[in-house]
């Protein structure tokens, strides 16, 4: 209410809406997802945010015990790690940790925050998408639109092994090239505003 202007953070260049004040804009990343040297390691990394999600993610490791897993947490009274067995563990939510195992991962799975799946797009990492609220629902279909990544209704990997199969359409370098024009997109908003 009273803004001059609405910056609204887009996963791909759009059309502005200056009658309703909004101007699309580029992702705003951490520098350091810009320095990463993305390879493909040989485990897939994960995100999740409450304790129905664990149960899936557990039961889909019982049945595949031989695929490796990393997936960070928000469980405040869980350690820092937790190594449930040779193949699956768990990480507290840590930044600059969460971004070492997304450089190096096969694939990721994730609810669908905006920040981490274009940092996964950033990293052309594979991604399937479990909204668990209508912010992330809208984000997980508007990734999917761009084809970065394949909805689900479970942390069923299986799916993303199998979207890790198909031949992407996704492009990383356009996706790359629009984050790197953040800085300058920003600075042009804010300064028309000062200007006028």
Same mark, same amino acid.
């Given at each position: 209410i009273g803004a001059s202007k609405i910056l609204a953070l887009s996963f791909y260049p759009m059309k502005h809406y200056p009658n309703e004040r909004i101007v699309v804009v580029p992702p705003l990343l951490r520098p350091e997802v810009m320095e990463l040297k993305p390879t493909k390691g040989d485990y897939i990394l994960g995100y999740m945010l409450n304790q129905g999600y664990e149960d899936e993610v557990r039961e889909w490791h019982n049945k595949h015990p031989e695929v490796k897993l990393h997936f960070f947490w928000d469980k405040k009274d869980a350690p820092k790690t937790l190594v449930v067995d040779d193949t699956f563990t768990l990480h507290r939510i840590d930044d600059d940790l969460f971004l070492k195992y997304m450089a190096d991962c096969q694939g990721y799975i994730t609810t669908a925050g905006f920040e981490s799946v274009c940092e996964a797009f950033y990293s052309n990492k594979p991604v399937m998408m479990i909204p668990a609220h209508i912010e992330q629902e809208i984000n997980a279909a508007d990734a999917a639109s761009i084809e970065g990544g394949i909805i689900g209704d479970r942390f069923d990997l299986? #799916? /993303? %092994?199998?979207?890790? #199969?198909? &031949?992407?359409?996704? *492009?990383? #370098? &356009? %996706?790359? &090239?629009? @984050?790197? +024009? !953040? &800085? +300058? !997109? %920003?600075?042009?908003? /804010?300064? +028309? /505003? @000062?200007? *006028?």
């Amino acid at each position: 209410i009273g803004a001059s202007k609405i910056l609204a953070l887009s996963f791909y260049p759009m059309k502005h809406y200056p009658n309703e004040r909004i101007v699309v804009v580029p992702p705003l990343l951490r520098p350091e997802v810009m320095e990463l040297k993305p390879t493909k390691g040989d485990y897939i990394l994960g995100y999740m945010l409450n304790q129905g999600y664990e149960d899936e993610v557990r039961e889909w490791h019982n049945k595949h015990p031989e695929v490796k897993l990393h997936f960070f947490w928000d469980k405040k009274d869980a350690p820092k790690t937790l190594v449930v067995d040779d193949t699956f563990t768990l990480h507290r939510i840590d930044d600059d940790l969460f971004l070492k195992y997304m450089a190096d991962c096969q694939g990721y799975i994730t609810t669908a925050g905006f920040e981490s799946v274009c940092e996964a797009f950033y990293s052309n990492k594979p991604v399937m998408m479990i909204p668990a609220h209508i912010e992330q629902e809208i984000n997980a279909a508007d990734a999917a639109s761009i084809e970065g990544g394949i909805i689900g209704d479970r942390f069923d990997l299986s #799916k /993303l %092994f199998e979207y890790m #199969k198909e &031949e992407r359409t996704f *492009s990383e #370098k &356009e %996706f790359q &090239e629009w @984050v790197r +024009s !953040a &800085e +300058s !997109a %920003f600075i042009e908003q /804010l300064t +028309s /505003l @000062v200007e *006028s």
